[in-house]
């Protein structure tokens, strides 16, 4: 029986910027390109059709002209927030589903402070890892994922090194 890696202890310190970027990355993912042009195209397209509708029924001097804009502002602002809370509610859906928020988390409040206990998740849980700039993302779900950044790990340990070794820790399951 092969020898399995020994656990590593890291000291993970991410800043809500990085979060952030790699939320975004991972719904971007999920969302596929023809989803990523809805998003861009969508507001436009509704702004341009309700503009354009006020143009005509108004005939177009300066007056008229800026109300249309303003119109077509009002139009596009309409069709990016339907557009986000469409897809906020997929993503949502999606991260129902992760391992890591369904499993109870072990939260103490004391005299101390508030302690957080530590979870295991089981490597089968973990669906896939992938690279992201200097970060390996050990993904729970399509569109959750444990960050790690490479300044976090110990001396000597590459990002191929823990793949490596998270592959070996994942084969027994």
Do not use: N
Not at 23 to 43: F, H, K, N, Y
């Amino acid at each position: 029986m092969t020898e399995l890696p020994q656990p590593l202890s890291l000291q993970v310190v991410t800043s809500p910027q990085l979060l952030q970027r790699v939320a975004d990355v991972i719904v971007s993912r999920e969302m596929g390109a023809a989803r990523r042009v809805l998003v861009l195209v969508g507001p436009l397209v509704g702004a341009l059709i309700l503009a354009s509708s006020i143009g005509w029924l108004v005939g177009v001097d300066l007056f008229e002209a800026a109300l249309i804009g303003g119109y077509g502002f009002i139009g596009a602002a309409i069709g990016f927030i339907l557009v986000r809370r469409s897809l906020g509610r997929r993503t949502m859906g999606i991260q129902a589903t992760s391992a890591l928020r369904r499993r109870a988390a072990g939260i103490e409040l004391g005299p101390e402070g508030v302690t957080l206990a530590a979870r295991t998740l089981p490597w089968a849980e973990v669906s896939w890892l992938a690279r992201w700039k200097d970060c390996t993302l050990v993904h729970f779900s399509a569109a959750d994922a444990l960050v790690i950044p490479d300044a976090a790990l110990p001396s000597g340990v590459t990002h191929d090194v823990l793949a490596a070794r998270i592959a070996a820790w994942k084969a027994p399951g």
